[in-house]
């Protein structure tokens, strides 16, 4: 089969999030929680050493840290390790051009601020501005619905001149993808509701009149700015209902003609959607698909095989490539090195079939790892 050659390009990781400052962890079983969306303590303790995605993480950082391909002799040479050393040394060695964060998730005092990852992972950093800790704290602060709409378009109102390159939604955590439009005595009831429910502080936006509401202020925002907005689809914490979490249902907010300056990113392949989020890619101008490789945390063949299913329909004009690396540098490392391998493993297969010749292959694989990101985020 052809091969192509990526392994020098340097990836725009569309989609990540902070890296802890603290990198110790009491036990294996603390550490192999990063490797799950499961919350069930027995998950970590008796099964996620067995999946594809961790027995391959141990044998490539085994060799990244010269250890045996052992758990135990890996955990114990990262544990060695400096969490700032061990973070430069992992980001360095993914060749990263620019890491796109989420500042939303984990809690900003937790995790090294944007610019010093940029200092440690000697690359560019960019935050991103989740939309429902926005609305959250909006919520908190005034007493009418009419309010928190005109307080959010304000804050929205220049979301680059704020210093943000993009928004992101996590609805499809929350309420599900069915983005509607409701009758104002139904947006002020769950206002209300809402406020009975958090008093003065803070609760999570799950009240879904509201949260739609307030949604369609910030893609009006988003439209007018033409700034992207990178939904959460698909696979994703426990909390998620996968069914909800279809990107299909956001079909009435990408018919709207006032939104269609909004570029619409799709996270995650749109796990295990990857066929429905392509297709939406190839039907509307500002939909983009992102192809993550480090969460949804798969097994090498699954990745290769939504990198085939987004291939075989999307053009490769809106495919970019991410990590949602969270929490421990290994995530943003390993993501790159499988997402190098398994897209330049797809390309070369539509090189072996005559679809692409060589050199277009090549240009579409810096096009998904770089370029694309690059262009759309104004980066
Ligand atoms: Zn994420």
């Not at 700032?84 to 937790?110: H, I, K, M, Q, S």
């Not at 995790?111 to 200092?119: L, R």
């Not at 501005?129 to 909006?138: D, N, V």
């Not at 919520?139 to 704020?162: C, F, P």
């Amino acid at each position: 089969m052809q091969t192509i050659d990526l392994t020098q390009v340097p990836v725009v990781d569309n989609h990540c999030h902070g890296i802890m400052q603290d990198q110790t962890f009491d036990d294996i079983a603390g550490w192999r929680r990063s490797f799950t969306e499961s919350t069930d303590s027995g998950m970590a303790r008796d099964h996620v050493a067995s999946t594809a995605f961790y027995r391959r993480l141990i044998r490539t950082l085994a060799d990244f840290l010269g250890s045996e391909p052992e758990e135990e002799a890996v955990f114990a040479a990262r544990t060695g390790r400096n969490g700032r050393e061990l973070t430069g040394a992992l980001l360095c060695a993914a060749n990263v051009d620019t890491l796109l964060l989420d500042t939303g998730f984990p809690p900003p005092e937790e995790v090294f601020p944007v610019p010093e990852v940029g200092e440690i992972g000697g690359c560019r950093t960019e935050p991103m501005l989740r939309l429902e800790i926005l609305m959250e704290s909006l919520l908190a602060e005034h007493d009418s619905l009419d309010d928190v709409k005109e307080a959010l378009a304000t804050e929205l109102d220049d979301v680059r001149g704020r210093g943000y390159v993009a928004l992101k939604s996590v609805a499809a955590y929350r309420k599900g993808l069915d983005i509607r439009e409701w009758p104002r005595e139904e947006a002020e009831a769950s206002f209300h509701e809402y406020r009975r429910v958090a008093g003065a502080g803070h609760a999570r936006l799950v009240h879904k009149p509201l949260l739609d509401t307030l949604l369609h202020v910030a893609f009006a925002q988003a439209a007018r700015q033409e700034v992207p907005v990178q939904f959460h689809v698909g696979n994703g914490d426990a909390e998620t209902d996968l069914l909800l979490g279809n990107p299909l249902y956001l079909r009435p907010v990408l018919q709207r003609s006032d939104y269609r300056g909004m570029p619409v990113v799709l996270l995650h392949e749109c796990y295990p959607y990857t066929r429905q989020g392509g297709y939406l890619a190839a039907v509307y101008e500002n939909v983009y698909l992102d192809l993550s490789y480090g969460i949804p945390l798969l097994g090498y063949g699954e990745m290769l095989s939504f990198t085939r299913q987004a291939f075989g329909v999307a053009p490769t004009s809106k495919l970019m490539y991410s990590s949602d690396g969270i929490g421990v540098p290994e995530l943003h490392w390993i993501s790159a090195i499988d997402g190098r391998h398994a897209i330049s493993e797809a390309l070369g297969e539509l090189v072996s079939r005559g679809e692409l010749d060589l050199s277009d292959a090549e240009a579409a694989g810096e096009s998904i790892l770089r370029a694309n990101a690059t262009r759309l985020y104004r980066l």
